[in-house]
């Protein structure tokens, strides 16, 4: 009988295989992937890979062009760009997941409720939602980081209040098409309950979407990090984030130029990747290509 | 009528028993009845035929039985009862302890009942890991003994398989064992072949003929097909606009139906050997729910209806003991049935 388990399992990591294997045909995911690796190990050795103590000032060394010492120049404070830029990463990084956790922890279980049950909750769930997304995201982050007070946190959690809409919206709408399956009927006909058939059957067929939806988002709270920080409502110094290093360079970019580089293109290359690697996921995972093979 | 609730009521080896169940539906008309005072009982060691039209309430009667009627459906009046537990007065959690456990359930299209995503051995075992509190590894070894019961040959090897790799008639299989894994004593199959082709349909019904005595389970078998009642039924209870018109053993419906409308549908039967005779039909449709009327219902259609007796509400008249009817001129009437 142990045969059957393993076989059973096998053919199961099979299928999984299937969806990597499609992954890694893509290349522009398969560069993606490697590209986020990069940032994430950059992110957890950060203090290890920086050359310097990226809040160490050093007014003699002030706005110092790049050069053999400081390979990114320094700041208007003498800081080392490059050491900055390293430590930023993991913050940002951090502070992404922190937002993307939020906004799945809260919105997933409500997509799923509204979905599955339906009628006024989801009626009212939705109305909620609807009302939420024709705020303007960036409007609606600066009020709640303005009730909330400035700081990365309140800027994440400001975001995840803005991305919550779009994963309710594919939860739910994905728990829709799910349960209106036979098979649905069926599980509770043979006694499933319902908390046993969101477990078994509906969450599998939100998880795809999820997965895309996660990755588009987290590209978009990069962004939002860098606008909140950009605007002095996220990250506060001396903290070194993309955004609060954008700031800090455009006050003085008509002397320094070099400044807004590393941020820049280190905000350009995140969300590339993590934008990248969602269309990957989004065709690896389709359900049209997996269906009856 | 009363007569034969007692009659029914008598036997203790009810499996199912409906008594007077209303079920009413919302819709843009407000609350409407599809399913009106349904009398309606299985016992063990016996295949009960439910058959009518499209709309005539056999589905939504069967749900009622399972507690599976949607959300916009109530009952009104009248009971459901399995296995002596009341099903309208269960909670949830409960109703989880009967569904699979004391009634199961296939349905119409086997292929759409299985999770694309799983194994099929895997989603029968499911319900023996869940009722019975199984390991998984006891549970796939009971699945390949369901399997090798509903005769899926090489089970052993098939419940690794998913679904996409069954024909429809394996699928009905699968079903079928997912049903009785935990051994109901009422199964309810709700128009199990329909989907199927000719020669796999007469198989699946053979297979639920053999199940049924072998586990002494009663069966609840709703159809439209009257060939399907002919060789599976003892009993036969005819639906039409939410009610049972007439109830009977199979014999005496076949060859003495007491309403009009089961002597409609039996003549348009296909009888291959009766060739040339012209194949008898029912004018009209079935009424929408909210457009029922408070008359005999079948009587814009029924080439019988006289203006007197038709024009009021008809109860069930008792014909004989176990053969009951829904028609006003039941005394006077001589309907045609099958000839053999």
Redesign the interface.
Known sequence: ??A??S??TK?RRRRRSRVLRRLLRNRAAVVSMAVLAVLGLVAIFADLLAPDDPNKVALVLRLTPPSAEHWLGTDALGRDVLSRVLVATRVDLLASLQAVGIALVVGVPLGIVAGYW??IGDSLLSRVIDALMMLPPLILAVVVVAILGPGLSNAMLAIAIVIIPSFYRVVRASTQTASS???I??????????W?ILW??IL??VAPPLLVQASFSASVVIVAEASLSFLGLGARAPQATWGLMLKEASSNLTTSSYLIYPPAIMVAITILALSLLGDGLRDALGRQTT??R | MTALIADTAGTDDAVMRARDLTVEVSTEHGWVTIVDGVNLTVRRNEIVGLVGESGSGKTVTSLSV?G?LP?NARITRGSVEVMGRTISTLT??Q???????QA??I?Q?PR??????F?V??QVA??LR??RGWS??RA??RTVELFELVEIPQA?RR??Q?P?EFSGGMCQRV?LA??L??DPMLLIADEPTTALDVTVQRQVLELIRRLQAQLGIGVLLITHDLGVVAEMCDRVSVMYAGQVVEEADADTLFHEPKHPYTSGLLQSMLEPTQRGRPLGYISGLVPPPHLFPATCRFQERCSYAVDSACRTTVELHQVSPAHSSRCARIDDLKLPGVTD
Do not use: I, W
């Open positions: 009988m142990t059957h388990e076989v059973g053919e339906g009628g399956e036979l098979y009927e069926s599980a509770r006909a043979s006694g499933c309950t319902s046993r078994r059957h599998p067929a269906d009856g | 399972m599976l959300r949830e959690r109703l989880t302890e009967v569904r699979g456990v199961a359930m349905f299209e759409r009942c299985l999770n694309p995503a194994t051995g895997d499911e319900s869940r009722h998984r590894k796939l070894q052993a419940v690794k998913y996409h079903m997912m049903a894994a935990c």
